[in-house]
Every structure is written in structure tokens, then in C-alpha cells.
């Protein structure tokens, strides 16, 4: 079964900075082959929740109004991977952070328009 596996995660102080990254499980698995690829995450005792997409076709990018100007989504297609860099980060995101594809862009919002979650990394924001 496809799966992508996210990494980057971690320890970080207040206004620190993390990057995450994420790719497929497997070689035979091309993630350029899903229209958009979004970051969601899910902190304790919430529900998960959309944080960021990019597009393949044209590199258009959709932000949660809580990231907009801190975090920046991008994707490699020579890489098989997509990209989180999070700036400037507060302790209210904390959480674990996922990626998934969508065959879809227009449902990027959507968290069950998704397919071939990952286990998440955890990034935690504390002093």
C-alpha cells in the first residue's frame, strides 16, 4: 500500500524555525501524480486540520489563516517530495504533522478528499 512518511520533526524554542519534509514510502509511489499534495496536523485532543497545499500542475499554494506569513509549502517533483518550512513558530502549533495527496485541488480543504496519510512527525513548541 502507498504511504508517505514525513520527518523533520522536533524540539523547537518560540519564534524557532522547522522544516519538514515529506515523500513517498516507496519508489514505485510518485507523489507528482496527485493534483495537490497538503500538509494537516492535529493537536492533542482536536480534531486534524488543514494547514497547507501546493499544487503540482502550477505551484498555487492555499495557507490556514493561522499560518499565512509564517509557514511556506513547496514541492520538488526531481525530489518526490514535499516541503512545510514553519518560521516564527508559537507553542499553539504544536502538534503532529501530516502530509497527504489529493486527487483534487479544488477540495484542498478537505481533509477526506485525501489519500495515503503518513504516521506524522511530531513538532513541539516550548522553552
Known amino acids: 500500500q502507498a504511504q508517505l512518511v514525513e520527518s523533520g520533526g522536533g524540539l523547537v524554542q518560540p519564534g524557532g524555525s522547522l522544516g519538514l519534509a515529506c515523500a513517498p514510502s516507496g519508489r514505485s509511489f510518485t507523489i507528482y501524480a496527485n493534483d495537490i499534495m497538503g500538509w494537516f496536523r492535529q493537536a492533542p485532543g482536536k480534531e486534524r486540520q488543514f494547514v497547507a497545499g501546493?499544487?503540482?500542475?502550477?505551484?498555487?499554494?492555499y495557507y490556514a489563516e493561522s499560518v499565512k506569513g509564517r509557514f511556506a509549502v513547496s514541492r520538488v517533483a526531481a525530489e518526490n517530495a514535499v516541503y512545510l518550512q514553519k518560521n516564527n513558530l508559537k507553542p499553539e502549533d504544536t502538534a503532529i504533522y501530516y502530509c497527504a495527496g489529493n486527487s483534487d485541488a479544488s477540495t484542498y480543504y478537505d481533509e477526506s478528499k485525501y489519500n495515503d496519510w503518513g504516521q506524522g512527525t511530531q513538532v513541539t513548541v516550548s522553552s
Open positions: 501546493v499544487t503540482w500542475r502550477n505551484n498555487r499554494k
